[in-house]
T-cell receptor
Framework: SQTIHQWPATLVQPVGSPLSLECTVE??????LYWYRQAAGRGLQLLFY??????ISSEVPQNLSASRPQDRQFILSSKKLLLSDSGFYLC???????????FGDGTRLSIL | EDQVTQSPEALRLQEGESSSLNCSYT??????LFWYRQDPGKGPEFLFT???AGEEKEKERLKATLTKKESFLHITAPKPEDSATYLC????????????FGQGTELSVKP
């Protein structure tokens, strides 16, 4: 069966520090991969998606970037974090664009 | 503009008291409507996919229905373990796999 892993589960970082969040999927090949952010009490906002290695689409202009160095690995990065980057970051995958997306358990990011 | 609106924002029920959650959507060419359950501090858990008006799906105490403008998630005789936030999301026909989420309904079921 397929599983998705995200780490770390929680992260506290100072303003201006770099960021790297990692997501890996097991049990499937060539998945579509997604990064979402969820603000407190709000729905999910799509940040990036990838249909293959090295292919990244950005949905909103922001302080973040994404990379897909391997088929089942998706990384969310920032060179300098802002206070507004705080939130709950979720990674998801699917095998086809009209199939349900399956989510990891997220990373709670707090910026001080 | 594609949009999803869920109501109510919060719902408190007594155990066994049936009710419905609403998801209204405006989208160019619906490809699919998805319901998820999210527990505090966790990622959303997939419940149902609906693709066309008139379609219905059931799972235990939950039943999802779809019309051309909205979807309902009916909860029959809920139990305290059904307490969670329920999220609705749609996929538009011209936007690949992108999901547009509603704000969610926070359901609390008291024993």
């Amino acid at each position: 069966s397929q599983t998705i892993h995200q780490w770390p589960a929680t992260l506290v970082q100072p303003v201006g520090s770099p960021l790297s969040l990692e997501c890996t999927v097991e049990g499937t090949s060539n998945p579509n991969l997604y990064w979402y952010r969820q603000a407190a009490g709000r729905g999910l906002q799509l940040l990036f998606y990838s249909v293959g290695i090295g292919q990244i689409s950005s949905e909103v202009p922001q302080n973040l970037s994404a990379s897909r160095p391997q088929d089942r690995q998706f990384i969310l990065s920032s060179k300098k974090l802002l206070l507004s980057d705080s939130g709950f970051y979720l990674c998801a995958w699917d095998t086809h664009s009209n199939q349900p997306q399956h989510f990891g358990d997220g990373t709670r990011l707090s910026i001080l | 503009e594609d949009q999803v609106t869920q109501s109510p924002e919060a719902l408190r029920l007594q155990e066994g008291e049936s009710s419905s959650l609403n998801c209204s959507y405006t989208v160019s060419g619906l490809r699919g409507l998805f319901w998820y359950r999210q527990d505090p501090g966790k990622g959303p858990e997939f419940l149902f996919t609906l693709y066309s008006a008139g379609e219905e799906k059931e799972k235990e105490r939950l039943k999802a229905t779809l019309t051309k403008k909205e979807s309902f998630l009916h909860i029959t005789a809920p139990k305290p373990e059904d307490s969670a936030t329920y999220l609705c999301a749609v996929q538009a026909g011209n936007q690949g796999g992108k999901l547009i989420f509603g704000q969610g309904t926070e359901l609390s079921v008291k024993p």
